[in-house]
């Protein structure tokens, strides 16, 4: 078997465990700590994943998650199943209201986008699956230059729906009444049997 290993997608694959931790990003010091790598090898091996989305770096140099390794896992039959469950009730929301809707996760304080449906208008929050941010208060609301989302809690579950899109187009009225509407009828089908 030892014929059959890569020492370069091994090194990529350790780079990639680094971030199965509870911190929200990693300095290059401390992925060469987690990883026992060169930071001059790990350089080149971050450059690589991230040119393919499974890492980003952020205006510090700190590296977290891409958005690849999300999307490929909604391929797990777990997430295929949520959102066969989620979709269509996101397809309806958007429709209704005109604006973004979307299924996030919450963990502690890290916020993930699980599923998303854009409206067609050129004017929109573009949030795509794979997302993730700090939870700033009370919801997981992402704070939108000229813009806002409302979130609404699953009962009984880590997850949230939210509509977003430019400040003012929905009245929070309408959209609070939609999002309640959505979450009573997602409510019905067990959402707490797939874990975040």
Known sequence: MAQDRV??????????????TPRDSLSLAELADATALYKSTLLRLL????????????????YRLGTTPARLGRRH????????LVMPTLD???????????LLALIGDDVECRLSV?????????LRPGQHWQRQGDTPSLTLPGGRM???ALPD?????????PQGRLPAREARRALQDA??????????????
């Open 7 to 20: 020492e370069a997608v091994e090194r990529a694959l350790t780079v990639m465990e680094a971030f199965d």
């Open 150 to 152: 409302l979130c609404q």
């Open 157 to 165: 579950t880590a997850y949230w729906l939210s509509l977003s899109g």
């Open 92 to 102: 309806a929301l958007c429709r209704q209201t005109g604006e973004t809707a979307a």
């Open 183 to 196: 979450v009573a009828q997602l409510h019905r089908h067990e959402l707490q049997d797939y874990p975040p």
């Open 77 to 84: 039959a777990p997430s295929r199943q949520l959102a066969d």
């Open 118 to 126: 854009l409206p067609e208008s050129d004017l929109r929050h573009t």
């Open 47 to 62: 450059g690589s994943l991230e040119r393919f989305d499974y890492v980003q770096r952020d205006g510090r140099g700190r």
